[in-house]
């Protein structure tokens, strides 16, 4: 259907918030009511849960950037560029944080910059009434944050909860198709960019459940549920890779034995189509796969691939029978009790996400010399509009430094601003000077707000579209003694796209954050990442470390696109990667049971790793060492004689798993000497 009911539900209570929010500001007489009109449009979200909590943290924010705006611009009054350059540290600040906080709290902060640059280089020329405009621009924000939390929850409500449930329903059934083609053998169906998006999917649904506290859901998943059932698609995905590459080198030396093969399409079985009762399926599996496990030998290498294939298929069953109970409990939180979430949880804690502070650092670099430049132009040239694009120039940059492309993305608002100019000045001089009363304002505005809403709901379309929505409004300027002045609109408008233009230069000159320069930064973090991970003393935390590198992988893949690499090549160097840090970290965990000699092993082994991915943050091209190769095989040989079952069993799974990531074209594994 071309025309979605949705988006025209969410567009109309768009449309319907911002003229309570301009209605409202107009009769106490409050200066620019527009700006209650924009903020309506900025805080405005398809889900309901998503406006409340921004609504919550943009509040807070504007708060926080008047608060310091108060704080700062009396001590300045007399040194008009030294307080823009105390406005430029303070937006700097912001952007450091929000560039490393992806969650609606970075909203505190960008709303500390917009609300700071709308009092403060307002008030350089003017800074007697700093408090009047302070407590103005305060009063109209807060009125389009409430009107569009109120509005959007009283009428066609959009629920989190619901969405979050679909997308959780959606990653297990991409989950369980991917390990049934693998365990197949057959990945025709699936491409690599099927995979990748797993790992952004998952990120949006860590995202997305943040918003829930403000949901208008009755029942909501808690933040156990959420937390564990991320842990186990965490734990699940590298298992699901590591049976593609599993089920073709087991062929290659020779196949599996008819036992094993059975095993193996019982599990694929159970996968594909999860009888009635699931947990009892999933435990008589475990079982049978133990049974074989106990019957091998390990006198070869394919069995010991074949030993591997059995541990990771008792990976797979328990991450994705957990799962399977974890998705239908955020789906049904109310037939699942705490008791059986917490029993499935790892740990009560955030997800674990990366975060570049180098990155962070530049890019508030980069904010604090766009702004410099454009209040040096301003204040030099005496340009009465001045402080419109300086307040352009901090917005734009704020809106378009965490895109994959920040250049592209400055590019459309950009283009945004322009059409928002030309569009505002057909209305200014050709409509709104023959009207004079509100209901009219409402009856002409609606056109272009209502399609501004609809588009606004669409991904796609974001980037142009809101822009366009805060360039229109503040070009619209709608006040209760309006009049069209051409010299105004003009000089408002060129400074509107030249803020805009500045904020582009700074992002093509510095290239801070060019999508080539981010996928190499997220690979370089992710080796010293792994390195530092494994060098670390105690007791090693997989679900963290995983965490942090399936949101690289996630975040390499827009990036990827836009660079025009191959995405199978830096997908599989991130998933091989991921594979090799949770089979070390697994090793590290079984250190602390087994003999000094063997613990002495694994110490080895993971020091030459760590070693081996400080080279290879230094220089991508780096090979893994034969050595390491050699170090790998002698603990094999080690864990081949050990008595415990259990620990032989994990200690081999993990150890074919190194093996056949780091050296895949290693010949197989000869046992050097007989049983100690």
């Not at 950037?65 to 430029?88: E, H, Q, R, S, W």
């Not at 924000?141 to 009107?147: A, M, N, Q």
């Not at 999508?515 to 935390?541: E, F, N």
């Amino acid at each position: 259907m071309l025309f979605n009911l949705r988006q025209a539900a969410f567009a109309l209570n768009c449309y319907i918030a911002a003229m309570l929010g301009l209605y409202v500001s107009m009769r106490i007489g409050l200066e620019r009511p527009f700006w209650a009109m924009t903020t309506v449009y900025i805080v405005s979200h398809p889900l309901t849960g998503a406006i409340r909590s921004k609504s919550f943290y943009r509040v807070i924010g504007s708060f926080l950037g008047a608060t310091f705006v108060l704080a700062v611009v009396p001590k300045f009054d007399n040194a008009p560029l030294f307080l823009c350059m105390i406005l430029g540290l303070w937006a700097s600040f912001c952007i450091f944080i929000v560039v490393l906080d992806r969650s609606p709290r970075s909203y505190i902060f960008f709303l500390g910059i917009v609300t700071a640059s709308v009092i403060g280089f307002l008030s350089v020329e003017n800074p007697i009434n700093v408090f009047h405009i302070a407590s103005l621009r305060l009063q109209e924000i807060c009125f389009g944050v409430v009107s569009a939390g109120f509005v959007h929850s009283v009428l066609f409500p959009h629920s989190v909860s619901n969405l979050l449930s679909r997308q959780l329903d959606q990653i297990l059934h991409d989950c369980e198709r991917w390990a049934n083609h693998a365990l197949a053998g057959d990945m025709t169906d699936i491409d690599a960019k099927d995979r990748q998006n797993l790992t952004v999917d998952l990120t949006n649904v860590h995202f997305l459940g943040t918003h829930i506290p403000y949901d208008t859901a009755g029942l909501r998943p808690t933040r156990m549920a959420l937390a564990a059932v991320q842990d186990q698609i965490i734990l699940l995905m590298p298992v699901i890779a590591a049976m593609e590459d599993r089920t073709r080198e087991i062929d290659d030396a020779g196949g599996m034995s008819e036992e094993i093969t059975a095993y193996v399409e019982s599990v694929r079985q159970w996968v594909a189509d999860p009888p009635v009762d699931d947990a009892a399926e999933a435990s008589r599996l475990i079982a049978r796969g133990n049974a074989l496990g106990e019957k091998l030998k390990v006198e070869n290498w394919r069995e010991l691939l074949e030993l591997n294939m059995i541990g990771r298929l008792r990976h797979l069953i328990e991450a994705l029978q957990s799962t399977r109970l974890l998705v239908e409990a955020v789906s049904h939180p109310e037939d699942h009790p705490p008791a059986m979430i917490a029993a499935l949880s790892s740990a009560h804690r955030v997800r674990s996400m990366h975060r570049d502070y180098g990155m962070a650092a530049l890019t508030a670099l980069t904010l604090f010399m766009v702004i410099m430049a454009s209040s040096i132009f301003w204040i030099m040239t005496s340009w009465p509009n001045g402080s419109t694009g300086c307040l352009l120039a901090a917005m734009s940059f704020g809106l378009s430094a965490q895109a994959g492309d920040p250049v592209k993305q400055q590019g459309h608002y950009l283009l945004g601003a322009v059409i928002g100019v030309i569009v505002a000045g057909f209305y200014v001089f050709a409509i709104m000077t023959q009207i004079h009363e509100f209901e009219l304002v409402m009856l002409t505005m609606f056109p272009v707000l209502f399609i501004i809403g609809y588009l606004t709901a669409d991904q796609n379309y974001l980037p142009i579209v809101r822009p366009f929505m805060v360039v229109f409004n503040l070009t619209m300027a709608i006040h209760p003694a309006y009049s069209a002045d051409f010299e105004l609109y003009f000089n408002n408008g060129l400074a509107i796209i030249t803020g805009c233009g500045i904020s582009l230069v700074g992002f093509k000159v510095m290239r801070v954050i060019g999508a080539d320069v981010m996928v190499r930064r997220l690979l370089q973090s992710g080796w010293r990442d792994l390195s530092a991970t494994l060098k670390r003393p105690g007791a090693p935390d997989i679900v963290d470390w995983s965490s942090r590198m399936l949101d690289r992988i996630g975040l390499m893949a827009p990036r990827v696109s836009a660079t025009g690499t191959d995405q199978n090549v830096i997908r599989d160097d991130g998933i091989r990667d991921l594979r090799i840090g949770i089979c070390m970290l697994r090793l590290r965990q079984l250190a602390a049971r087994v003999d000094e000699n063997v613990r002495h092993q694994i110490s080895t082994l993971a020091q030459a790793i760590a070693g081996y991915y400080d080279e290879l943050s230094r220089s991508p091209n780096a090979e893994s060492s034969d050595i390491i190769l050699t170090d790998i095989d002698r603990v094999i040989d080690s864990f081949v004689d050990l008595h415990n079952s259990i620990d032989r069993r994990e200690g081999l799974t993990a150890l074919v798993s190194l093996r056949r990531n780091m050296f895949p074209d290693a010949p197989g594994f000869i046992k050097q000497r007989g049983p100690a």
